[in-house]
């Protein structure tokens, strides 16, 4: 399988602190986004980096990219109850004919008022 | 209204039989994928399509079927061979570069 890991697997944190979770992947990337999920629903896109970039920044949310470790990791900055839900990694891998999404196995973050 | 449609958004299903999952989309994407999702799990691809009359297996391909004879539709069939076939089913799109998938609501399929 060529999925990825994300650790934790479950964060638990208090609003206002900071959430980071962290993702490795097995394979050479094009790019390596992040997702949201709410409970039993369809994911959302968060943010994408790109293999030759290393830190991107949106709003609250920065990703850092280390591609000769393999890894990525995502920062919450200044958390709310409402950025309780699973968080994913997904990856396309570089080369080949056709362009695939591997998603990682995700940490679910819960963020107590 | 733009987006992705996958119906139904619940499936009850008995041993033996074979349903089929559809999913819709009216944004012109051309890649289309499903994923499985298992409780507390990640997504795990099944298939996936980038162009019309193409598509290729992902890592949990056995047991599952599917077809895209037009660029909005990429229906999944889930058939008896499949053992374990109880999961949540997600259905995306997104441009050939992949920059953006955009996702359905999901399928909840259970077996009875």
């Known amino acids: 399988s060529q999925q990825g890991e994300e650790d934790p697997q479950a964060l638990s944190i208090q609003e206002g602190e900071n959430a980071t979770m962290n993702c490795s992947y097995k394979?050479?990337?094009?790019?390596l986004q992040w997702y949201r999920q709410n409970s039993g629903r369809g994911l959302v896109h968060l943010i994408l980096?790109?293999?030759?970039?290393r830190e991107k920044h949106s709003g609250r949310l920065r990703v850092t990219l280390d591609t000769s470790k393999k890894s990525s990791s995502l920062l919450i900055t200044a958390s709310r109850a409402a950025d309780t839900a699973s968080y994913f990694c997904?990856?396309?891998?570089?080369?080949?004919?056709?362009?695939?999404?591997?998603f990682g196995t995700g940490t679910l973050l819960a963020v107590q008022p | 209204d733009g987006g992705i449609t996958q119906s139904p958004k619940y499936l009850f299903r008995k041993e033996g039989q074979n349903v089929t999952l559809s999913c819709e989309q009216n944004?012109?994407?051309?890649?289309m994928y499903w994923y499985r999702q298992d409780p507390g799990q990640g997504l795990r691809l099944i298939y996936y399509?980038?162009?019309?009359?193409?598509?290729q297996k992902g890592d949990i391909a056995e047991g599952y079927s599917v077809s895209r004879e037009k660029k909005e539709s990429f229906p999944l069939t889930v058939t008896s061979a499949q053992k374990n076939p109880t999961a949540f089913y997600l259905c995306?799109?997104?441009?050939?570069?992949?920059?953006?998938?955009?996702f359905g609501q999901g399928t909840r399929l259970t077996v009875v």
């Open positions: 394979t050479s990337i094009n790019n």
């Open positions: 995306a799109t997104s441009s050939w570069a992949v920059t953006e998938a955009f």
């Open positions: 944004l012109n994407h051309d890649a």
């Open positions: 997904a990856t396309v891998p570089y080369g080949g004919a056709t362009n695939k999404l591997i």
């Open positions: 980096i790109r293999s030759n970039e």
């Open positions: 399509s980038q162009i019309v009359n193409d598509f």
